[in-house]
């Protein structure tokens, strides 16, 4: 079952513009994280949320979460070429279990 | 370094002859986890293990087996693979605290299975 799920599917930028990603997900967690995968490499991890925590900052990167609508958005300001990734939020399981449920990720396109 | 390593990276195999990928971290890691990376559906979660001896499944166990005899190791064991295993998969470590955690992962693992 895909607890994550990524809005849009697909996002095509100029450099400079910013980029937001959204997710939505179906049961309670402990915390939220956002994944950036370049073409077929691993992941690498990129911020964490926690449940009781509604926004969060890491240089060029904002993360809000919204417990109550079940849903959360990364923002990457002021995109750059090296940003063309895929985007990936994952949630703990239903009932914060240990589960770890990926959504099916935004692709990120940012044209020099 | 801390990193977590799978081998092997890439594999061809046919119907029916069993296989180990093998994954590693040296991080002193609690969590593992084995995901499947197919197009459009992102990653789904095989199996996990909590510590050595704890293991359970995620969402597509059918056909995995794995085993943690040792903290550091994590293999996935296809008995009989399918045509349908065909995938990109991912080994990831995590420090458990109260929760998961930052997920290190592997480099990946492309197997093809005629």
């Known amino acids: 079952s895909q607890q994550g799920e990524e809005d849009p599917q697909a996002l095509s930028i100029q450099e400079g513009e910013n980029a937001t990603m959204n997710c939505s997900y179906k049961t309670s967690i402990n915390n939220l994280q956002w994944y950036r995968q370049n073409s077929g490499r691993g992941l690498v991890h990129l911020i964490l949320i926690r449940s009781n925590e509604r926004e969060k900052h890491s240089g060029r990167l904002r993360v809000t979460l919204d417990t109550s609508k079940k849903s959360s958005s990364l923002l990457i300001t002021a995109s750059r070429a090296a940003d063309t990734a895929s985007y990936f939020c994952a949630t703990d399981g239903p009932l914060g279990g240990f589960k770890t449920i990926f959504g099916a990720g935004t692709r990120l396109f940012v044209k020099a | 370094e801390a990193q977590v390593t799978q081998n092997p990276r890439y594999l061809i195999t046919v119907t029916g002859k069993k296989l180990t990928v093998t994954c590693s971290q040296n991080m002193n890691h609690e969590y593992m986890s084995w995901y499947r990376q197919d197009p459009g559906l992102g990653l789904r979660q095989i199996y996990y293990s909590m510590n050595v001896e704890v293991t359970d499944k995620g969402d597509v166990p059918e056909g995995y087996k794995v085993s943690r005899k040792e903290k550091r190791n994590f293999p996935l064991i296809l008995e009989s693979p399918s045509p349908n295993q065909t995938s990109l998969y991912f080994c990831?470590?995590?420090?458990?605290?109260?929760?998961?955690?930052?997920?290190?992962f592997g480099p990946g693992t492309r197997l093809t299975v005629l």
């Open positions: 990831a470590s995590s420090l458990i605290q109260g929760a998961v955690n930052e997920q290190f």
